[in-house]
């Protein structure tokens, strides 16, 4: 997050004009522990570190691109923390926490007027998962806004999260393929482009034969781990990948998201029903609280971004059109890293009387430039408009149906899109 992070928010804030009224964030938890799989398979890179280190003082048919040597000394001194326990799997990191509170106090510079630093149950809203990582990125985010022993509360976690975990109770999006044989990620992976990644790679670490994909993957992963955790040094596995390399892995990860809640399958862009509604609400409402805030995960924010129609590209993802995608827009490592958050801010704009309410929409930090809106900033009544089917979907329904049902009720979304315009102008 702190190297994606937008750096242009101090001109993108400021409306002439304008003063921000209401806040509502969709926050991700910040950076955290590998999964227990991956746990589990860290230990092997210690044999795959001796097996570098042989290969390299052997120094028989190196290839042209090696290892410097400041590279090849820190990979034989690197060691797998074993004090990261299997029960410790998806637990927020030190850093993790500091990216939640130091969100939380840039946000605060920005609109003091509304993230006031005096805690209030009335005034603010808070809700987490029933995680570890969520849990303890509400307390940083909370010690952010306010100092230590704030008292802040978070909401009651129901039994059935369908607001923030919509998708643990959706067997259709589940059954959904986008990582299994047949989907493009998969496709991708039998590809010469992705067969010669892992080749290219296995000989820079002076291996005479291609190293097995996941052990690979395995150093991709920890390289990325690694420097999510501390953000100011480089972890020593990434000098394994070249920066074409690395290229290709994100791809692959793209793939694998635009299709599990990005635009490669329709109903993506209906599970998160719930959470568009519950911020339409919350912005519409002249009544307290001024700030709802909720720490979910990445599914979530994606899904959201996908429901919102941001970062969409021209042309869908494919395993075959790799090249012609360097420029998409669909890209996780810089919309969705750990602690990434969706930032909706309310302005009322006096400045303006045909259109005195807009908003702001940011991803990380940075100004979400919809088309349909002035540099970021969108009239509120053109907001209502472009997502009335989602305003007035019954999401019982609608987020994990066909649609049909929502679609075929124009009629019911338009009123329910006009009473909410009542609303504002009252």
């Not at 607001?163 to 047949?182: H, I, M, V």
């Amino acid at each position: 997050y702190q190297i994606i992070k937008g750096t242009n928010m101090d001109k993108q804030y400021i409306v002439p004009g304008c003063t921000a009224q209401k806040i509502w964030i969709l926050h991700r938890h910040g950076t955290r522990l590998p999964s227990k799989s991956t746990i589990q398979k860290a230990p092997r890179l210690e044999q795959l570190r001796d097996a570098i280190a042989d290969n390299y003082r052997v120094k028989a048919d190196l290839p042209e691109d090696i290892l410097c040597t400041e590279d090849l000394i820190a990979i034989k001194m690197w060691k797998w923390n074993a004090s990261i326990t299997d029960d410790m799997e998806n637990y927020l990191t030190g850093q993790g926490y500091e990216d939640l509170r130091g969100t939380a106090r840039t946000y605060q510079k920005y609109f003091p007027e509304v993230l006031t630093k005096d805690y209030s149950s009335d005034y603010y809203r808070f809700r987490h998962t029933d995680t570890q990582r969520t849990t303890e990125s509400f307390k940083a985010f909370t010690e952010g806004l306010f100092g230590l022993n704030s008292g802040a509360k978070a909401d009651d976690i129901p039994e059935q999260d369908l607001l923030l975990r919509p998708y643990d109770y959706c067997q259709s999006w589940s059954a959904q393929n986008y990582k299994g044989e047949g989907s493009e990620s998969a496709k991708f992976r039998n590809l010469s482009i992705w067969n010669q990644t892992m080749y290219d790679v296995s000989r820079r670490l002076g291996f005479k034969y291609t190293l097995e994909s996941e052990d690979i993957e395995l150093m991709y992963d920890i390289c990325r781990y690694e420097q999510a955790w501390q953000v100011d040094r480089t972890s020593v596995w990434c000098a394994a990948f070249k920066a074409d390399q690395v290229s290709v892995f994100e791809y692959e990860d793209d793939l694998k998201y635009f299709y599990k809640s990005g635009y490669g399958f329709e109903a993506n862009s209906r599970l998160n029903c719930r959470v568009v509604q519950d911020m339409i609400s919350h912005l519409s409402s002249k009544s307290m609280p001024n700030v709802v805030t909720y720490f979910g995960h990445s599914t979530g924010v994606q899904t959201l971004i996908t429901a919102l129609g941001i970062d969409k590209d021209d042309v869908p993802l494919l395993a075959s059109n790799y090249k012609e995608h360097s420029e998409r827009r669909w890209s996780t490592s810089k919309m969705d890293p750990f602690a990434s958050n969706f930032l909706a801010v309310k302005y009322q704009c006096d400045a303006d009387p045909e259109n005195k309410e807009k908003v702001i929409f940011f991803i990380n930090q940075d100004a979400v430039d919809l088309s349909w809106c002035k540099v970021g900033l969108c009239n509120w009544s053109e907001v209502l408009e472009r997502y009335s089917n989602l305003i007035g979907a019954n999401c019982e329904s609608y987020y994990c149906g066909d649609g049909a049902t929502a679609i075929s009720a124009s009629l019911g979304a338009l009123l329910m899109t006009a009473i909410i315009y009542l609303i504002n102008v009252m």
